[in-house]
Every structure is written in C-alpha cells, then in structure tokens.
C-alpha cells in the first residue's frame, strides 16, 4: 500500500515502508517510517528523483519533540559551521499533524472525552490469552513486522485509570518529520574501512548533538546508517567515499550546552603530598609530569572531598598509573617516557552533569532510555554497577544519561555487529542459523558456548541482558576471553580496537575523570588508529566477498528508488497525470479488447517481477490457541 501524505512542504508519495513496528497495538508510540519522493516528481526518472524519508508517530506530551530537535541543531550548524554537523540527518520539514483543521490527539480529536472502557472479563474456561514472542534478532526496526492486538493489551490500558498509582491514559499527538536524508543500516558495509568509517562518522555527528545540547539515548545499529547522496544529479550510493549518518532523536534529552557546563577546578595545595607522591611512587612519580599528578590529585578530590591526605594521594596515583596503562594499550605514547597532562588527554574541561531543561521539578526525573542490545550496562540496571579494576573504593555517581553511556552504547552496537555477521552485507553467522547437531562435539560445544554469548548480551530478556551487562564490568578480566574470543574471524582485525575501547569505558566509569568527560575525543581517537592500523586496503576482505556485499547494498538502494509508485499512466487511458493528490483517482475495468488485454498481462507481469522483494506489510494470520 502506498500513500499521498499532504505536509506544509509539499505533498508526498510514499515508495516503501521501512519500519512499520507496533502500528496496529493500542499501546505505543505507534512509529511508521517511509522512503518518499515529492508527489510532483513521481513521473521523472527514478535516478533523477529525489528520495526522503517521512516519519510519522503518537508522541507522549513527555518525550522529545525531534522535529525540532534537528531545527535547532540545523541552525546551530549554518551559525558554527561545525563539520561534524553533516553526519546528522538533515531536515526538510516537521509538523504536528491536523485532520480538518483541528490537531489529531487522543484526548480531543478522538477520545472526546469518553472515559476509558471497562477491563474486558477473563475467560470463563481458564485458558490464557495468547503472549507475544519476541524475536530472536534484535534488529527490529529493520522488519516489517506487524502484532495482534491480544486481551493482554486492551486489560493493560484499561487498568491505566484503576489502583493504586494509576495515571490514567497517556495522552498523544501525532506528529511528522520529513528528512532529505536517506540511507541504509551499517551492516551492508562493504569493506571493514567501510563499517569504522560510517562508525566514526556516526560518532561525530552525536559529537555535535551532544556539544550543542542534546543527549541522544538511544543508540542502536538502526540508527548507525550509510548515507545515499547525490552524486552528478542522481541519487547513487557514494562508493568508494561513502557517509555514515547518526538519525533517530525521538528518546533524546535537552541540556545545557557543552559550553555552559564546565567546571571550574579551583587548585588547592596540601604541603608536601607531592613529596609523599614522590617517595611513596618514586618509578610512576618519574614518568609524569608535577601538572599531572595535581590534576589528578584535583580531580580526585572533587570525586571525593571528604578523603583525607593520604586516601588523596593514593587515588590519584592510581588514577595516573590507570591512565599510564590506557596510553600504551591504545598505541599512544611519549617520545622521552614522561608524560604531560596534553599527552594524557587531560588537558580538557570537566563538566558539570548534565541536568533536564524545562523538566518540571515536581515530576520524577526522566526516565532511562535506550534499546536492551545496545544500551549502558549503567541505564539497564537500577543498582549501581560497579569497577574495581583498580580498587579504588570509590563510589560511583548516580546515573544520569550523560555522552558515556551512549559511548558505550556505540561499543555495543559493533560488537553486536562482530559477533552475529559473517561479514559485509550483513549475512547473519552461520553458527546462529538452525539447531545444533545431536552430538556435542568440540564444535558444536563451541557453537552451544556463542549462541549463549549473543542470547545473554543481545537476543535475552531486558533482565538477562542487564545483568549480564553487569557482571562484565564487575567481572572484567573474562570479558575478553569469554567474550571478544568469540568475534567472528572476519573481524578478526577489529578485536585490538574492541578490546581497548573496553580499556578506555573501564578506566572512564571508575574513576569519572578526564576520559568521562572527554569521551567522545577518545573514542574518535580510537577508531582512527583503527582506519590507520587497517592500512589503505582490507587484507581481512575475499574480492567475491566485497561484491556480493555491494549488490546487496544496491540492491536495498535500488528496491525504493526504483519502486512502483503504482499510477498507471498508459497513452490510451490518460491524457495527463492529476495535478493534486486529491486528482489522483484510479479506476480499472478490463473489457475483452486486445488493448485492455495486452495491459492485463502487463500488469500480471509486474506482479511476478516484483515478488522477490517483500510487500509492505503481511499480516499474520490469527492462529488457534493451542
């Protein structure tokens, strides 16, 4: 089915739908995104014809308004001409949407104010109502998937407005985002420098966001995208030089902005705790600099400001000799073996955390967001997650989504991506397709020991996957073996960028310092060495391999460019196509001429032309409760 959508920026007509998750439930925000093209270009050549993506949802009076999230951050970009500004989706239009004049909202246009229904009875014979499963794969968003509305749903939003603590139904409005950019998800890379370099794009723009006032929160490998741009007045995936894209703002939180946040440290001196440093640590007191232990010795006093001399003195050494450790695992070290706090990576601001801007007082904080498979171990678990690495017996701050945590969210996103593919194009890994052999060989015990590694961090439960989340960084030094030894060897040449960005979330989470506030710096950092180590080409890619992988992606580009807008416009039924979509009326009567015949068959044709690629939605059919 395919659409003529009205916007204050003109009329469109939808291509294919791309996310039609949760439409037809009753609780949700009910998301529909499409790939369109202005409906007065329906008729050019699908090359020259422009694709954007419209985005349409029931938003909560709580949750970020997106459209203007990316106005704002638009306007940002024209005034700064900041270049990381480029790797976010850019805006065409966003609107709230009115039918006959009068905006589209549960509470007016369609509730009326009628109250909420009765909790339907429950079945006399006993027999449960029907559960929903949830899929295996956590890329969802890239499915078109539709669910049943079940008793469970109608007696969930029926006891909104009953017992204890009821807050009645939430109310919605329907708004629109049209955006001129339009890509594919990360996983049809090509080549390995492909994936790191649409990453580390993707990094930047949320760099940008972030800089300017916006939290994401909601970092996913469906929101890491490779971008299709213009190229000689056609719409072609730019290869070789490709673009990574960082889209989807919808869970984002308004702060301050970076520049409004930073801390002043103000310097303060205890006599002779140097000396003490010295003489405690002669050999690390060596290789630093005097500067570096007193930014230390500062930050571990902001952290801490209860501590006494001596606990002070013993943090910041472990601080410094933590710091020391990330240098030389990430490739970076001083020329004469003393190191200055610029080397370090300490010659930065500390910031303040970040706090809600326009959140009223009164109303409970903002709740935690994020999708299970990628989100920070910290955000999916209510009790404090813990790193001892170093023993510093330091308590952790309390959670506020802040840039780390989407950091580490990026880290999961590759990692996912690491395990489950075999490679560019996203083939998902064999080892995760079928049932396991009877026999319990060494393979298949192997085979047993990845499928349990990917359902604890990314297929299981929300509970499953934070508490393992937990236990990772709790228990670090099985992270590696037990985890990263299980990348597919494809990626084989990205586990020394996976294992030091661990490193680097390791040493920013316990301690909270110079690298929590710099993170998004040392991450950049991170995946340049990585696209530097690679070389200028991809040793780790089969030629065939990087074909196939191409074709696929042309292939996703190619099913929306050149779709069917279905208006047929054969010479002997029109002699021109409607000027309005509120023209466009099609009506087919096949008589017994040969004309009408020959156009019969056409259409037959087209429709077993097009069978391979998949129809916009396919119900399910209901099934009878066993």
């Not at 950092?525 to 200028?536: C, M, S, V, W």
């Amino acid at each position: 089915m395919q659409w003529v959508i009205d916007t204050k920026s003109g009329a469109f007509i939808t291509l294919r739908a791309m996310s039609l998750l949760r439409t037809d439930v009753v609780t949700g925000s009910g998301c529909m995104v499409w790939a369109a093209t202005r409906y007065a270009d329906r008729h050019q050549d699908p090359d020259k014809r422009e694709v954007f993506v419209l985005k349409q949802w029931w938003k909560s009076a709580d949750q970020a308004d997106e459209g203007t999230i990316y106005e704002r951050l638009g306007a940002q970009s024209a005034a700064s001409q900041d270049p990381d500004a480029q790797y976010l989706g850019q805006l065409d239009c966003h609107e709230v949407v009115k039918v006959g004049g009068e905006v589209d909202s549960t509470d007016g246009l369609i509730q009326r104010a009628l109250k909420e229904a009765p909790p339907p009875p429950k079945p006399k014979d006993g027999t449960a109502s029907k559960k929903r499963v949830r899929a295996a794969d956590p890329e969802l968003d890239e499915r078109l998937h539709v669910n049943l509305v079940t008793e469970d749903d109608l007696r969930g939003i029926a006891s909104y407005a009953r017992g204890p603590g009821a807050r009645g139904l939430q109310h919605r409005t329907r708004v629109r985002v049209v955006f001129k950019t339009f890509g594919c998800p990360i996983k049809y890379f090509t080549t390995l420098r492909e994936l790191l370099m649409c990453l580390l794009h993707a990094v930047r723009g949320h760099r940008f966001a972030y800089v300017n006032g916006y939290v994401q929160r909601d970092v996913s490998a469906g929101n890491l995208l490779i971008a299709l741009l213009r190229r000689d007045g056609s719409m072609q995936p730019q290869s070789p030089s490709i673009q990574g894209c960082f889209i989807d703002f919808v869970h984002a939180k308004e702060v301050q902005p970076v520049s409004n946040r930073k801390l002043e440290l103000k310097p303060f001196e205890i006599p002779g705790l140097y000396a003490t440093f010295l003489t405690w640590d002669a050999e690390l007191a060596e290789r630093v600099t005097e500067d570096v232990f007193r930014r230390a010795l500062q930050l571990v006093k902001l952290r801490g400001p209860q501590m006494k001399p001596y606990q002070l003195a013993a943090i910041a050494g472990q601080y410094i000799e933590a710091a020391l450790y990330y240098c030389e695992i990430s490739g970076r070290t001083s020329p004469n073996g003393v190191y200055t706090p610029e080397q370090l990576r300490w010659n930065v601001d500390l910031l303040q955390p970040p706090t809600d801007i326009g959140r009223d007082a009164n109303r409970p904080r903002h709740p935690r967001s994020g999708t299970p498979p990628y989100a920070s171990a910290k955000i999916l678990n209510v009790e404090p997650v813990r790193i001892d690495r170093w023993e510093t017996g330091i308590r952790p701050s309390d959670v506020i989504h802040d840039a780390i945590h989407d950091m580490e969210s990026f880290f999961w996103a590759l990692l996912y991506v690491c395990m489950t593919r075999s490679g560019p194009g996203g083939v998902r890994r064999e080892e995760l397709v079928g049932e396991l052999d009877a026999g319990l060989d060494a393979d298949s015990a192997e085979v047993l020991e990845l499928r349990t590694i990917v359902y604890c961090f990314f297929d299981g439960s929300l509970e499953r996957i934070a508490r393992n989340k937990k236990r990772a960084f709790e228990n670090h030094l099985s992270f590696a073996p037990l985890v990263l030894r299980h990348v597919h060897p494809y990626f084989e040449p990205l586990k020394p960028l996976l294992r030091r960005w661990w490193e680097l979330l390791l040493l920013a989470y316990e301690f909270e310092g110079y690298e929590y506030h710099n993170i998004h710096a040392l991450v950049i950092e991170l995946l340049e060495r990585a696209l530097k180590e690679l070389g200028t080409e991809d040793l780790s890619d089969d030629e065939q391999q990087q074909q196939d992988a191409k074709q696929k992606r042309d292939d996703f580009f190619r099913r929306v460019i050149y779709a069917d807008i279905g208006i047929p416009t054969p010479k002997a039924q029109y002699a021109s196509a409607p000027s309005s979509p509120n023209e466009y009326r099609v009506t087919t009567a096949f008589d017994g001429t040969p004309e009408t015949q020959r156009l019969k068959q056409d259409r037959s044709d087209s429709v077993r032309d097009t069978s391979s690629s998949p129809t916009p939605v396919m119900k399910k059919p209901r099934q009878e409760a066993e």
